[in-house]
C-alpha cells in the first residue's frame, strides 16, 4: 500500500474526520502511486490516519476508512451498502406511492455521506446505476457489483455503469459506459418508477446523472401544496418532475419550459403517464432567460432549477452573476402574491452566497420578498456532518408581492 505522510501540522482535518486530504498537506509519498492506487495516510511520527484512494491533483486521497480496512475484501463494501440501507430506511420517510414498502427509486450510496468518497449508486426498482467520480473508485465498479448482488439478492437484476461522463477526462477517453452484470440478456434501458404517486420514465443509459434528479423529491411534494387552481412554469425542466406534481395537485394551467428538445419529449412523455388530471400542459423548448424576456404572463407559481452554473472556483464569480440575472428575470414575472421556487445546485456556490445573490436579484426587479422555506436535497442524499460541501443542493420558497 500506498503512504502518504501529511506535513507537521496538517492532520487536523483528518483527525477530524474530513474525508478529503489536499496535495497540499503532503510532506512526502512512499512509492510511487497511479492514479486510483490504495493509499494510507499516516502522520509524521508514522501513525496510520486513514485510508483512501490516491489522485494525482487538489484532492490526492479521498478517504474511505479512519481505521485499518481492507478495500479489496468484499466484506468492506456489503458493510458500506448495508449501513446505506440502514439509513435509507430512516430517512425516506414518507413516499404517498405505497405507504407500506420502499419507493421505487432512492438514492443509496452519496458519496461522503455515505462514507464511499467519489461513489454515487442510484436504485431505479431492480436497477442499480453506478456512478464513479474517481478513478479509484473506477476500478473498485466489478467488487462493488458483486457486493450489491449478495446485498439486494433476487430484488436486483442489473447494474449499470454510468461513470464516462464523471470521470476526469484523459482516464475517461478509454473507458465506456455499460451493464456490469443482468440477470437478462437484452436489459431494457429504462424503466418507470414511482414517487409520492407520480409515475416517471427514467432512462439511465441516455439520460442525464444517472437518469433522474432524486434529490427534488421532497421539493417536488412541497410544491404541489402551493399549485391547486394555479398557472405554474417550471423552468429548466428536464423530465418534467414538478410539471407533473402540480398537474396531480390540481393546477389550472403549467408551462414546461428547457432548451433541449430531448428534455421536453421526456416531460411530455411522463406528463401523459400522469394523466387525468384537470389543468393543461404546455411544453416551449426555448432558453429560458429568452422564455422569461418575451412571456407576457405572470406566474402564481413559478420554479427555476438550472443545472450547475459553476463547477468550479474559478467560474464562481461568473456563476453568480447568472444567478441574480435569471432570478431577477423570473421574480418579474411572477404574479403579486405568487411563490417562486428557485434553486442552485452549484457546490462552490454555498447557501450564504446563494442567499445573497437572490436577494441581489430582488433588488433588481424590485419587488418585495418574503423567505417561507429555506430548501435542500432529498434525505436519502445525507451530508457528512464533518464533510459541509456535501451540501450541494440550496434552495429558497419565496412569496412575491
Known amino acids: 500500500m500506498v503512504k502518504v505522510f501529511l506535513r507537521p501540522g496538517k492532520e487536523e482535518p483528518v483527525r477530524r474526520f474530513h474525508p478529503w486530504v489536499f496535495s497540499g498537506a503532503i510532506g512526502r509519498v512512499e512509492g510511487n502511486p497511479a492514479d486510483g492506487d490504495i493509499a494510507g495516510v499516516y502522520d509524521r511520527r508514522g501513525d496510520l490516519l486513514a485510508i483512501?484512494?490516491?489522485?494525482?491533483?487538489?484532492?490526492?486521497?479521498?478517504?474511505?476508512?479512519?481505521?485499518?480496512?481492507?478495500?479489496?475484501?468484499?466484506?468492506?463494501?456489503?458493510?458500506?451498502?448495508?449501513?446505506?440501507?440502514?439509513?435509507?430506511?430512516?430517512?425516506?420517510?414518507?413516499?404517498?406511492?405505497?405507504?407500506?414498502?420502499?419507493?421505487?427509486?432512492?438514492?443509496?450510496?452519496?458519496?461522503?455521506?455515505?462514507?464511499?468518497?467519489?461513489?454515487?449508486?442510484?436504485?431505479?426498482?431492480?436497477?442499480?446505476?453506478?456512478?464513479?467520480?474517481?478513478?479509484?473508485?473506477?476500478?473498485?465498479?466489478?467488487?462493488?457489483?458483486?457486493?450489491?448482488?449478495?446485498?439486494?439478492?433476487?430484488?436486483?437484476?442489473?447494474?449499470?455503469?454510468?461513470?464516462?461522463?464523471?470521470?476526469?477526462?484523459?482516464?475517461?477517453?478509454?473507458?465506456?459506459?455499460?451493464?456490469?452484470?443482468?440477470?437478462?440478456?437484452?436489459?431494457?434501458?429504462?424503466?418507470?418508477?414511482?414517487?409520492?404517486?407520480?409515475?416517471?420514465?427514467?432512462?439511465?443509459?441516455?439520460?442525464?446523472?444517472?437518469?433522474?434528479?432524486?434529490?427534488?423529491?421532497?421539493?417536488?411534494?412541497?410544491?404541489?401544496?402551493?399549485?391547486?387552481?394555479?398557472?405554474?412554469?417550471?423552468?429548466?425542466?428536464?423530465?418534467?418532475?414538478?410539471?407533473?406534481?402540480?398537474?396531480?395537485?390540481?393546477?389550472?394551467?403549467?408551462?414546461?419550459?428547457?432548451?433541449?428538445?430531448?428534455?421536453?419529449?421526456?416531460?411530455?412523455?411522463?406528463?401523459?403517464?400522469?394523466?387525468p388530471y384537470p389543468g393543461a400542459h404546455t411544453c416551449f423548448t426555448d432558453d429560458v432567460q429568452h422564455f422569461l424576456k418575451n412571456t407576457e404572463q405572470r406566474y402564481e407559481v413559478m420554479v427555476i432549477d438550472p443545472p450547475a452554473f459553476a463547477k468550479s472556483l474559478e467560474k464562481r464569480h461568473n456563476a453568480v452573476q447568472g444567478y441574480k440575472r435569471l432570478n431577477a428575470a423570473a421574480l418579474e414575472k411572477v404574479a403579486p402574491g405568487g411563490i417562486l421556487f428557485t434553486f442552485s445546485c452549484s457546490q462552490v456556490v454555498d447557501r450564504t452566497l446563494f442567499y445573497n445573490t437572490v436577494v441581489a436579484g430582488a433588488l433588481e426587479a424590485g419587488r418585495q420578498v418574503r423567505v417561507l422555506h429555506h430548501l435542500t436535497q432529498a434525505a436519502d442524499h445525507p451530508v457528512n456532518l464533518f464533510h459541509p460541501e456535501g451540501a450541494y443542493l440550496k434552495g429558497l420558497v419565496l412569496y412575491v408581492e
Open 52 to 275: 483512501g484512494h490516491f489522485h494525482h491533483g487538489s484532492i490526492a486521497v479521498r478517504i474511505l476508512s479512519f481505521e485499518p480496512a481492507d478495500l479489496q475484501h468484499i466484506s468492506f463494501w456489503k458493510g458500506r451498502l448495508e449501513s446505506a440501507l440502514k439509513v435509507r430506511a430512516v430517512a425516506i420517510t414518507h413516499d404517498d406511492s405505497n405507504a407500506h414498502s420502499a419507493p421505487s427509486a432512492f438514492r443509496l450510496i452519496h458519496g461522503e455521506g455515505d462514507g464511499l468518497s467519489g461513489l454515487i449508486v442510484d436504485i431505479y426498482g431492480s436497477t442499480a446505476v453506478i456512478q464513479c467520480h474517481s478513478i479509484g473508485m473506477h476500478r473498485q465498479r466489478a467488487l462493488l457489483t458483486t457486493a450489491l448482488r449478495e446485498v439486494f439478492g433476487e430484488k436486483l437484476e442489473a447494474v449499470y455503469d454510468k461513470s464516462r461522463e464523471s470521470l476526469p477526462p484523459k482516464y475517461a477517453d478509454n473507458q465506456a459506459d455499460g451493464y456490469m452484470w443482468s440477470a437478462q440478456t437484452s436489459p431494457e434501458g429504462s424503466g418507470i418508477i414511482s414517487e409520492n404517486g407520480a409515475r416517471f420514465r427514467v432512462n439511465w443509459e441516455t439520460g442525464q446523472k444517472t437518469g433522474f434528479f432524486l434529490d427534488q423529491r421532497d421539493n417536488r411534494r412541497l410544491l404541489a401544496e402551493f399549485s391547486a387552481g394555479k398557472t405554474v412554469l417550471n423552468a429548466f425542466c428536464y423530465t418534467g418532475g414538478f410539471s407533473c406534481y402540480a398537474l396531480k395537485a390540481g393546477a389550472a394551467q403549467v408551462h414546461s419550459v428547457d432548451v433541449s428538445a430531448k428534455a421536453m419529449e421526456l416531460t411530455a412523455e411522463n406528463v401523459a403517464l400522469n394523466e
